[in-house]
Nanobody, 117 residues
Framework: QVQFEESGGGLVPPGGSLRLSCAAS????????MNWYRQAPGKERELVAR????????KYVDSVLDRFTISIDNDKNTRYLQISSLKPEDPAVYFC??????????WGQGTQVTVSS
């Protein structure tokens, strides 16, 4: 059974940074394109970043370009999303999932990113 577990979210001041982690099980992690998505209240879930199975970033949505960095650690079966220069439009629940062009697995609980005032 494919499962995702996101972690690392929290309360961050504007301009701050944090690193999100995605642990997964139930499939060959190292074979799959992986994605980070986010969903803000009242909005649809959107793709934020995508990375190849070998660790090459494939896509960043324009709004996070040069601020977010997606990476992998296949030894730990973990994917990361480094968030820097947090903006007011970044707060959301962040999710990871595999597949291209559409997500293929069930969604985890996500991890909440909040900007402090």
């Amino acid at each position: 059974q494919v499962q995702f577990e996101e972690s690392g979210g929290g309360l961050v001041p504007p301009g701050g940074s944090l690193r999100l982690s995605c642990a997964a099980s139930g499939f060959d992690f190292w074979r799959k394109i992986m994605n980070w998505y986010r969903q803000a209240p009242g909005k649809e879930r959107e793709l934020v970043a995508r990375i190849s199975a070998h660790g090459t970033p494939m896509k960043y949505v324009d709004s996070v370009l040069d601020r977010f960095t997606i990476s992998i650690d296949n030894d730990k079966n973990t994917r990361y999303l480094q968030i820097s220069s947090l903006k007011p439009e970044d707060p959301a629940v962040y999710f990871c999932n595999m597949g291209y062009p559409n997500p293929e697995g069930s969604w985890g609980q996500g991890t909440q990113v909040t900007v402090s005032s």
